[in-house]
């Protein structure tokens, strides 16, 4: 066991097998405690970038976490290639024992891997409570958001009021959201947690705060039972309010035949002035004819076009923030054109160095998008060349961004990257224009 990388994979298997012992003898083969330091930081799985601490805590080896963290002295907040640290490791396999020894040692908490998750996210996507507590109390951060939202609304998501209390007492923001469009009071509708919902609304939730698409109020028009209507419209839900709402909650629910949610919603709702018999019956019979959905194509055309059209001028005043909702919203309204809306999102995240945002939509993009288009540099002379050189960039900037995020210099350049790639595909606004690239 002469080279580096010998060492380094001997010190691995001890960690994930358990070995303190072999642990311990590799140690005294390396003259330099230094060196042997270094290897343990340094050295990790090709594939994942888990390094030995890492291993034990996620194998749950207690003792050969406290001797790389009081004898090595081991960098305690390492990150694999996704930026989990030990300590969210030892969250996901639900070792206290481990996670409070990480803690006591300074482990950073709330650092977010690349798709925002922090050690409070895997709490409560373990359902523990223990360890939900612990974070909260040494000071996790409780809002940070992620790709699946913040740690509330995956606890509502989940329908663990539990959970959910305890977020709240420790100073959740029952109505915030960002990354995941549906507000707190949404995903209780959704999940159908009862328990959740009021849990909120006691809370302070602002039932009238979402971003578009259908209300807390409106998918609660959807539901058979009623109980969720009743107590969203107590908490002064609005059955007439906002601008973008293609349907309000009474067309909701008369769209799947609601008649008990319909009666709760009538008395409380405005007369729509193109509703020829404003009745119950007359509102789903209406709502089921051919001059409904011509109107409601026509409504939803106008609507695009002026979100588009706002998003436009924002993204012009380098208002970047109040694009990214209106391209949020556009999406929602729109999914069958989401790939259009989603790529415009992810270059405006990019200009307000939002860059995991940006990363994950332009992943989603990518997705959306399996015929990528690819321009090859021998096709198409100059043009095609320069717009290969581009995406030649665009695909080194996001490995670079992937390995690093939060890196200045990374993001920096992922940012601009990203707006030139985005901004060369914007371009080219005929199907045909894009495919003569990837051919």
């Given at each position: 066991?002469?080279s580096?990388?010998?060492?380094?994979?001997?010190?691995?298997?001890?960690?994930v097998?358990?070995?303190?012992?072999?642990l311990?003898?590799i140690r005294?083969?390396?003259a330099?405690?230094?060196e042997?330091?270094?290897?343990?930081d340094?050295y990790?799985?090709?594939?994942t970038g888990?390094?030995?601490?890492?291993h034990?805590?996620e194998f749950r080896?207690f003792?050969?976490?406290?001797?790389?963290?009081?004898?090595?002295?081991v960098?305690?907040?390492?990150?694999?290639?996704k930026?989990?640290?030990p300590?969210?490791?030892?969250?996901?396999?639900?070792?206290?024992?481990?996670?409070e020894?990480?803690i006591?040692?300074?482990?950073v908490i709330?650092?977010p891997?690349?798709?925002g998750?922090?050690?409070?996210?895997f709490?409560?996507?373990?359902d523990?409570?223990?360890l939900?507590?612990?974070?909260?109390?040494?000071?996790?951060?409780i809002?940070?958001?992620s790709?699946d939202g913040?740690?509330?609304?995956i606890?509502?998501?989940?329908?663990?009021?539990?959970?959910?209390k305890?977020?709240?007492?420790?100073?959740a923001?029952?109505?915030?959201?960002?990354?995941?469009?549906?507000?707190?009071?949404?995903?209780?509708?959704k999940?159908?947690?009862?328990?959740c919902l009021?849990?909120?609304?006691?809370?302070?939730?602002?039932?009238?705060?979402?971003?578009?698409?259908?209300?807390?109020?409106?998918?609660?028009?959807?539901?058979?039972?009623?109980?969720?209507?009743?107590?969203?419209?107590?908490a002064?839900?609005?059955?007439?309010?906002?601008?973008t709402d293609?349907f309000?909650?009474?067309?909701v629910?008369?769209?799947?035949?609601n008649?008990?949610?319909?009666?709760?919603?009538?008395?409380?709702?405005?007369?729509?002035?193109?509703?020829?018999?404003?009745?119950?019956?007359g509102?789903?019979?209406?709502?089921?004819?051919?001059?409904?959905?011509?109107?409601?194509?026509?409504?939803?055309?106008?609507?695009?076009?002026?979100?588009?059209?706002?998003?436009v001028?924002?993204?012009?005043?380098k208002?970047?923030?109040?694009?990214i909702?209106?391209?949020?919203?556009?999406?929602?309204?729109?999914?069958?054109n989401?790939?259009?809306?989603?790529s415009?999102?992810?270059?405006?995240e990019a200009?307000?160095g939002?860059c995991?945002?940006?990363?994950?939509?332009?992943?989603?993009?990518?997705?959306?998008?399996?015929?990528?288009?690819?321009?090859?540099?021998?096709?198409?002379?100059?043009i095609?060349?320069?717009?290969h050189?581009?995406?030649?960039?665009?695909?080194?900037a996001g490995l670079?961004?992937?390995?690093?995020?939060?890196?200045?210099?990374?993001c920096?350049?992922?940012?601009?990257?990203?707006?030139h790639?985005?901004?060369?595909l914007?371009?080219?606004?005929?199907?045909?224009?894009?495919?003569?690239?990837s051919?």
């Open positions: 066991m002469n580096t990388s010998e060492i380094g994979a001997a010190i691995i298997e001890a960690g097998s358990g070995d303190l012992d072999q311990k003898a005294k083969k390396v330099d405690e230094l042997f330091r270094k290897i343990c340094a990790s799985d090709f594939s888990r390094n030995v601490l890492h034990a805590a080896h003792e050969i976490c406290k001797f790389l963290i009081k004898t090595v002295r960098y305690i907040n390492a990150m694999t290639y930026r989990n640290t300590l969210a490791e030892a969250v996901k396999r639900e070792h206290v024992k481990i996670v020894f990480l006591k040692h300074d482990a709330s650092l891997n690349i798709e998750f922090t050690a409070l996210h709490a409560v996507l373990k523990n409570m223990e939900m507590e612990l974070l909260q109390i040494k000071g996790a951060f809002d940070a958001d790709v913040t740690p509330l609304q606890a509502v998501s989940r329908g663990n009021a539990e959970a959910v305890s977020l709240l007492s420790h100073g923001k029952p109505s915030f959201y960002y990354a995941v469009a549906d507000s707190p009071l949404l995903c209780a509708v999940s159908r947690s009862f328990e009021n849990l909120l609304l006691a809370a302070n939730a602002n039932p009238n705060m979402y971003c578009t698409g259908l209300s807390p109020l409106a998918s609660a028009a959807k539901e058979g039972d009623t109980k969720f209507l009743k107590s969203l419209l107590k002064r839900a609005n059955p007439n309010s906002f601008q293609i309000k909650p009474i067309e629910a008369a769209m799947v035949h008649r008990a949610a319909m009666e709760i919603l009538f008395p409380v709702t405005e007369q729509l002035p193109h509703y020829p018999n404003w009745t119950v019956d509102i789903i019979e209406y709502i089921h004819s051919d001059d409904f959905r011509a109107m409601s194509e026509e409504k939803m055309t106008s609507c695009l076009n002026e979100l588009d059209l706002r998003a001028q924002d993204v012009s005043n208002n970047y923030n109040h694009a909702i209106l391209y949020r919203m556009a999406t929602t309204l729109d999914p069958s989401a790939a259009t809306w989603i415009k999102r992810s270059l405006c200009h307000e939002i995991v945002h940006a990363t994950v939509d332009a992943q989603k993009w990518i997705r959306l998008k399996p015929d990528l288009p690819v321009p090859i540099p021998h096709q198409g002379g100059e095609a060349a320069a717009a050189e581009i995406f030649t960039k665009f695909l080194m670079a961004f992937v390995l690093d995020p939060y890196n200045k210099k990374t920096h350049l992922f940012r601009v990257s990203l707006f790639y985005f901004d060369w914007s371009q080219r606004s005929r199907p045909d224009e894009i495919l003569r690239f051919r």
